[in-house]
Structure formats: C-alpha cells, structure tokens
C-alpha cells in the first residue's frame, strides 16, 4: 500500500533549522508535483512550499527566502530546509503528493502523510 512517511521534526531554538524529509513506499510508477503543508494549533492547514515533477518551485510568502523545498526522483523523496526559523513557524508539517500507483494506466491521486512537529522555541 502506498504511504508517504515524515521525517526531521523536532525542537530548534529560533534562528536554527531543520531539514524535512518525506518518503514514498509501495508499488509506485509514477510522482507528480509533491509538497508540504502545515497546521498550527486552532488554525487551518496551509500550504509552505510545492515542487512540480519538473522541479519548478513555488513558497508561501512567509517562507519565501528562508525554507527551500526539493525531490530525488530516485528515492521518492521530498525535503524541506527550513532556515531561520521563527517561533511562527511551530506547526504540524504535513507532506503532500500526487502518485500514481502499479503503471502508467493508473491515475494520480492525492496522498498525505500523517506529519510531523516542528516547535521553535527558546
């Protein structure tokens, strides 16, 4: 069964950073545009960063200069090195992806991992 897995959350003082990565697993033939989403406490979830198969990029405007959002193809994975953090930035991080599962004739469908926390603070 396809699954998308997080990974490299945790505690980091503000001004650090972290790394985020994500990793498709199960019978896939193909990754469209992947990315990451975040939900604070009482707010809605919100897109960060998204990477199409081509590797064209787009970021929130709170994020923009300081997170940068990447794929290996080869290893179904995705990361997200978030720099300069800010207390701001306290959420569950949430991967995203378009996979297309067995074969070509199989259609994309949207796939979620089940996140991981990232707190900034001192």
């Known amino acids: 069964q396809v699954q998308l897995v997080e990974s490299g959350g945790g505690l980091v003082q503000p001004g650090g950073s972290l790394r985020l990565s994500c990793a498709a697993s199960g019978s896939i033939f193909g990754i469209g545009t992947m990315g990451w989403y975040r939900q604070a406490p009482g707010k809605q979830r919100e897109l960060v960063a998204t990477v199409t198969s081509s590797s064209i990029t787009g970021y929130a405007d709170s994020v923009k200069g300081r997170f940068t959002i990447s794929r290996d193809n080869a290893k179904n994975t995705v990361h997200l090195q978030m720099n300069s953090l800010k207390p701001e930035d306290t959420a569950v991080y949430y991967c995203?992806?378009?996979?297309?599962?067995?074969?070509?004739?199989?259609?994309?469908?949207?796939?979620w991992g089940q996140g991981t926390q990232v707190t900034v603070s001192s």
């Open positions: 995203n992806a378009e996979l297309q599962e067995s074969s070509r004739k199989q259609p994309y469908r949207q796939y």
